[in-house]
């Protein structure tokens, strides 16, 4: 029978640990702050994203997912206890994570199986952005991991582009230059290896028709398969109940030559399980968050994850 290995993306919303630290804007997540920051909610947050990453792709495939890209770490500390916590512990997970210049403290990272990914090169991209009085503004960078699933090398880049909170058109230059960066380092990998497999997985905080994702489609030759997935009461994360797709991950085409791949894209999906929403009142079926403003409400994230299935043409 053939294979099925899982590659998911997950927005955890604000993983932060309890302790400050003058390098992050980490002070609404501590104890004596507001939000009441505890070791007991850090290690109910932990143990809740590990029960969410153990099940993802759960009915198709019999093991954990072998590759996730993640958004709102606040360090690699934070990596380690989640890979440690109750529901991970168990597998064989490894951490890639630099730390970035985010105003907000916070980067992408990523986790893989190490019984079925061999990582043999990592590196961090930054995101060139300046404000209008000319100063750079910092934002996540872009995170490129190389290595071989189940023996055949494919390229992961792992991304978190600016939000649209001073408006979607106000921004949209903002992740435009996240998207020219991702096409350059693809343009990279093109110069140092022979037909990349690329798979570009993210919070892009576009949908999958913005320009910023067309233009990973057009210049970089990937597929979007979330393309067809979003629908009007389906989404990543919902905002005055309005569904968006935000989270996505697309593959380079050459994902479908059966000459050069082991992999087939058997499945992409939002994975948006009923335990993961809220269960009653007026925000039932939205995902069920750590808190709400200032109020702690003991949920995982404002994001559902997301994830592809490739599966091995191998019998």
């Known amino acids: 029978m053939s294979k099925k290995y899982t590659i998911a993306f997950y927005n955890i919303e ?51 997912p072998s590759i996730v890209g993640l958004a709102e770490v606040e360090n690699r500390h934070v990596v380690k206890d989640l890979i440690e916590s109750k529901y991970l512990k168990h597998y064989d997970y490894d951490i890639v994570h630099y730390d970035s210049s985010d105003e907000r403290g916070i980067d992408v990272a990523l986790i893989y199986d190490k019984n079925v990914f061999e990582v043999s090169h990592s590196e961090p991209f930054a995101v060139y952005l300046t ?27 792992v991304n978190h582009w600016s939000s649209r909170r001073q408006g979607e058109k106000e921004t949209e230059y903002k992740r435009l230059a996240a998207a020219e960066t991702v096409n350059r380092v693809i343009d990279v990998l093109h110069n140092n290896y022979d037909k990349p497999k690329v798979i570009v997985m993210g919070d892009f905080n576009d949908t999958p028709q913005n320009n910023s994702l067309l233009s990973l489609e057009e210049k970089s030759k990937l597929y979007n398969p979330f393309k067809k997935i979003a629908t009007y009461d389906k989404g990543s994360l919902n905002h005055d109940f309005e569904w968006h797709l935000f989270d996505q991950i697309l593959i380079s085409n050459n994902f479908f030559d059966a000459k050069s791949t082991q992999f087939n894209l058997s499945k992409a999906d939002v994975f948006n399980s009923q335990f993961l929403t809220q269960y009653h009142g007026k925000y039932k079926g939205q995902p069920f968050r750590t808190y709400v403003g200032k109020r702690y409400k003991g949920g995982y994230s404002d994001h559902f994850p997301v994830y592809i ?7």
């Open 14 to 64: 604000n993983l932060f640990d309890t302790k400050d630290d003058e390098h992050t804007n980490d002070d609404d997540f501590l104890p004596f702050s507001a939000k009441r920051w505890t070791t007991k909610r850090y290690e109910n947050k932990l143990r809740k994203l590990g029960q969410v990453i153990s099940q993802i792709g759960e009915d198709d495939v019999d093991m954990p």
């Open 131 to 157: 404000k209008e009085d000319g100063s750079r503004d910092y934002t996540r960078d872009v995170l490129l991991v190389t290595g071989r699933l189940n023996g055949e090398q494919i390229h992961v880049i």
């Open 309 to 315: 299935e490739l599966k091995e043409d191998k019998v």
